[in-house]
């Protein structure tokens, strides 16, 4: 039977649509002060649409900056991230869900203690060890330390528990290996999670900051996220270059997730908890 809605529902759709509203308004601001002059930003007496729109911000971008590599570095450096971060999860996750070997929980638990642990505490050993290994200024420097996530096994796993034992008994009886296994069956079976995990991957790695501020200062070698400070002068800020390479480096983000957005919304729905 079709819902009847009741006078609520109407009062629910307007704080909704309230909320959407007051958490959209800042990408508005930004890719509406994209198209100011520096000189009306800094005055603030334009209002929020620009008073004569430009696209000089988005010229300065890609005319004082090198900014097509860092958009390269970081869409290769993501993308590297994320499919071998879904990869690594799904393995470990069915290992976990569908294997009995000793210290199974153990390891389990200390996989899951490390999502605990802040990145900062870990970021000077990391470092050493990316200095030891020749990586600084070069982007495995930033693929290395992401190749494994804790909250992608967690989440494999419970996903992969959720997939009946006797449907993978049935599959080895008819002589498929554990490869083709996780090829042909798991993995469809999984997929809104591989989407959801790599969804938030992807993001994760194309918006970080910190890591790639630390190992990186070859021009050549930068990532999106610092274009932000390159833009920064040392006594001025051009707002409006500013925010033109913020709505540049927003535009990725938003084209993965309109792809995969069906996915991504079944899993997050599809939560696989017992």
């Not at 990145?119 to 494994?148: D, K, R, W």
């Not at 959801?196 to 900051?209: D, E, K, P, R, V």
């Amino acid at each position: 039977m079709p819902h009847k809605r009741s006078s609520w529902d109407g009062v629910l759709i307007f704080f909704l649509a309230v909320a959407a509203c007051i958490m959209l308004l800042p990408y508005a601001w930004m890719v509406l002060s994209s198209l100011k002059s520096n000189m009306e930003i800094v005055s603030g007496t334009g209002g929020l649409f620009p008073r004569q729109p430009s696209l000089e911000g988005y010229r300065t971008v890609f005319r004082d900056a090198p900014f097509v590599t860092w958009l390269l570095n970081s869409l290769v450096t993501s993308v590297i991230i994320t499919v071998i971060t879904l990869l690594t999860s799904s393995l470990a996750g069915y290992i976990f869900a569908k294997h009995q070997f000793k210290g199974k929980k153990l390891l389990f638990i200390l996989i899951l203690a490390t999502m605990m642990i802040p990145f900062q505490v870990l970021m000077i050993p990391t470092y050493l060890i990316t200095a030891e290994l020749g990586l600084v200024n070069h982007l495995m420097a930033i693929v290395l330390p992401n190749l494994v996530s804790s909250y992608g096994v967690f989440l494999a796993k419970q996903f992969i528990e959720e997939i009946p034992q006797e449907l993978l008994e049935a599959a080895r009886m008819d002589g498929a290996g554990e490869f083709r296994l996780m090829l042909r069956i798991v993995s469809p079976l999984i997929l809104p999670m591989l989407s959801a995990l790599g969804i938030f991957t992807f993001m994760n790695s194309w918006n970080n900051y910190l890591w790639p501020l630390i190992v990186l200062n070859d021009e050549s070698k930068m990532t999106v996220p610092l274009a932000l400070v390159y833009f920064n002068g040392t006594h001025q800020v051009n707002y409006n270059v500013v925010m033109s390479a913020a709505v540049l480096i927003t535009v990725p983000v938003i084209i993965v997730f309109l792809i995969f957005q069906k996915q991504f919304i079944k899993g997050l729905t599809m939560t696989g908890m017992k």
